[in-house]
């Protein structure tokens, strides 16, 4: 759980796509975003969605780790350095998802960007 000084990294996951917030812990606003929603990803979307058989799971650990740089990027270029992930929310995620964003966390990382809790993910 956040302790109230350092920003919250909060993902959303469906089959569909991954969205990564950061959140100010004053003001609980969103400081930077990173989606496969985005325009970069919108051609491999589509060649996914439009394939037969249709493919279930639309995003994956490649596009995971991609949506994972953006987001380090972007928070670099505001400042921030570290965020906190919430253990028992991430903890809560079915296993296959929980492998899914190991790569999503490894690029945040490889920014710089210190993620306080994703380490102990790896033991569970």
Known sequence: MATGHQHLLRLILSCRKITAQVTNPK??????????????????????????????????????????????????????????????????????HRKMVFPFFDSVKHTGVCIDGAEKLESY
């Open 27 to 96: 003001t609980d606003s969103i400081v930077a975003m990173a989606s496969s929603s985005e325009q970069e990803f919108m051609a491999q979307y589509r060649a996914k969605l439009n394939r037969i058989p249709r493919s279930q799971k639309l995003w994956d650990a490649k596009i995971a780790s991609r949506v994972g740089e953006k987001l380090g990027f972007r928070l670099k270029e505001i400042g921030v350095s570290d965020v906190q992930i919430d253990l028992h929310e991430e903890l809560s995620r079915p296993i296959h």
